[in-house]
C-alpha cells in the first residue's frame, strides 16, 4: 500500500454511523488497541512458545482494510490508537498506516502511538515521528543480554536499546513495558527501573496473565506486584498520583529516581471499572474485554456489501456484550490457559 492509494471514507451522515460508543456499564470508549499482524521476531517465554503457529496471511486484515476500520472507530469517537500486534513492526509498509492515520490527528484522533518490542525500531523511528506519533510503548523486560536472549529466545538485545536510542533521538516520549516474572527477572526490576528513569522513560511493571499455552507453568512465572512493591519501598520513596490513562495502570512518582512508575495488576488489584479500550486483532476480531470470550467479527462487516451499516451495528454490539469485568485467576498449577488465545493474537 503507498499512502496516496488509501480510500478515504466517504462522508458519514447516518447518526448510527457517529454515535459515540458507549457501553451497557456507562463506560465511554475511546481508545483502540489495534493489532497489525500476530507475527513476532522475539518468542517471549510468556507470551508464545517457541514453535508458534502464525496465521496464513491471507486472514489478516489488509492494510487498507486496517485503515478503514480505524477512521470507522475515529467517526464513533475513538480518539486514541494504539498500533500493536504481534510485533507491529514486523509488518511490510506499516509506515504506509502510520502516515495516513496520522492525516487524521486533530481531525478527530488525539492520539496515534505504538507498542513495539523495539528491534526494528531504529529503522523506523524518524518515520513514525514524523507520521505524529510521539509517545510509544517499548517492551523490555531485562537489561542483561544473556538473559534477554533466554528470555524471548533471541539474542536482540542490542537491536532493542539501539531502537529505543533512535525513537528518543526522533522527539518521540518512550514508556518502558517490563512484565514482572518470578526468579526470571525479579532481582532485577529495582536496577531496569533505576535505569529507565534516569534514561528519561517512565518504566510501568505488569503481572503476568493466564493467555495461551506456553511451554511454562504459568503460577511459575506469577510475580504479585504488591510483594515487588512492598520491596521498592523498602529503599525508595513512592508517592502515589493520580494520573491515569483511563487504563489500567496506576502510577507513583519515586522521589529517589525523579521517574515515574506504573503498575499493572489485573490479579492483586481488578482494574475494570474505568475501562475505555476495546481490542481489534489482526484478523478483525473485536475483542471488548482482553480477558473475555466475548468477540464481534468486524472482518466480515468489512467484506460485506455495506460495509459502513455493518460496521455500526458490529460496534453497537460490541458495546452490549462488553463485559463488567475480567475473571482472569492465577491460582492453581497446571490448570489451563483462561483463555485459549495468546497476548500476540488480541494484542498486549
Ligand atoms: N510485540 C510488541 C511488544 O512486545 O511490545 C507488542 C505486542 S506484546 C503482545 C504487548 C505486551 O504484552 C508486551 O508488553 C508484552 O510484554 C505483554 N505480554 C505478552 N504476553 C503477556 C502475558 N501473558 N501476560 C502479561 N503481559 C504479556
Ligand atoms: Fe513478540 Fe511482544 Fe509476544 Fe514478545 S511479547 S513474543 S515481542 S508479541
Same mark, same amino acid.
Given at each position: 500500500? #503507498? ?12 447518526? #448510527? ?159 518502558? #513495558? ?91 488489584? #481488578? ?12 484478523? /478483525? ?6 480477558? /473475555? ?56
Amino acid at each position: 500500500m #503507498n499512502k496516496g492509494s488509501i480510500r478515504k471514507p466517504d462522508l458519514i451522515v447516518v447518526d #448510527n454511523h457517529t454515535r459515540p460508543l458507549v457501553d451497557a456499564f456507562q463506560r465511554r470508549i475511546s481508545y483502540l488497541r489495534l493489532s497489525v499482524t500476530d507475527r513476532c521476531d522475539l518468542r517471549c517465554t510468556y507470551c508464545m512458545p517457541e514453535r508458534m503457529k502464525f496465521l496464513p496471511r491471507r486472514e489478516v486484515l489488509t492494510l487498507e482494510e486496517l485503515y478503514e476500520l480505524a477512521t470507522g472507530f475515529i467517526d464513533r469517537g475513538v480518539i486514541k490508537i494504539r498500533i500493536t500486534g504481534g510485533e507491529p513492526l514486523v509488518r511490510r509498509d506499516i509506515c504506509d498506516l502510520f502516515d495516513a492515520l496520522g492525516q487524521r490527528l486533530g481531525h478527530g484522533l488525539n492520539e496515534l502511538t505504538l507498542t513495539t518490542n523495539a528491534t526494528q525500531l531504529a529503522d523506523h523511528a524518524d518515520r513514525l515521528a514524523r507520521a505524529g506519533v510521539k509517545r510509544i510503548n517499548v517492551s523490555l523486560d531485562t537489561l542483561d543480554r544473556s538473559r534477554f536472549a533466554e528470555l524471548t529466545r533471541r539474542d536482540a538485545l542490542p537491536q532493542v536499546l539501539a531502537g529505543i536510542a533512535a525513537a528518543r533521538e526522533a522527539g518521540m516520549r518512550v514508556k518502558l #513495558n517490563a512484565v514482572a516474572l518470578k526468579g526470571v527477572n525479579e532481582d532485577e526490576l529495582p536496577d531496569l527501573i533505576a535505569w529507565g528513569h534516569a534514561e528519561g522513560h517512565d518504566v510501568t511493571l505488569i503481572e503476568v496473565m493466564p493467555l495461551g499455552d506456553v511451554e511454562e507453568e504459568r503460577l511459575d512465572q506469577y510475580l504479585p506486584l504488591s510483594d515487588v512493591r512492598a520491596q521498592l519501598e523498602q529503599c525508595w520513596t513512592f508517592s502515589e498520583t493520580d494520573a491515569t490513562t483511563g487504563g489500567p495502570a496506576r502510577y507513583m512518582d519515586i522521589e529517589e529516581t525523579g521517574g515515574r512508575l506504573g503498575l499493572i495488576t489485573p490479579h492483586t488489584h #481488578n482494574f475494570c471499572d474505568g475501562c475505555n479500550r476495546l481490542r481489534v486483532t489482526a484478523t /478483525g476480531q473485536l475483542y471488548p474485554c482482553l480477558g /473475555g470470550a466475548e468477540r464481534v467479527d468486524l472482518r466480515a462487516a468489512l467484506r460485506s456489501d455495506d460495509p459502513k451499516t455493518e460496521l455500526a451495528d458490529a460496534l453497537s454490539q460490541a458495546m452490549h456484550i462488553k463485559p463488567e469485568r475480567h475473571h482472569f485467576r492465577m491460582d492453581k498449577r497446571g490448570a489451563d490457559p483462561h483463555l485459549p488465545r495468546h497476548m500476540s493474537m488480541t494484542g498486549g
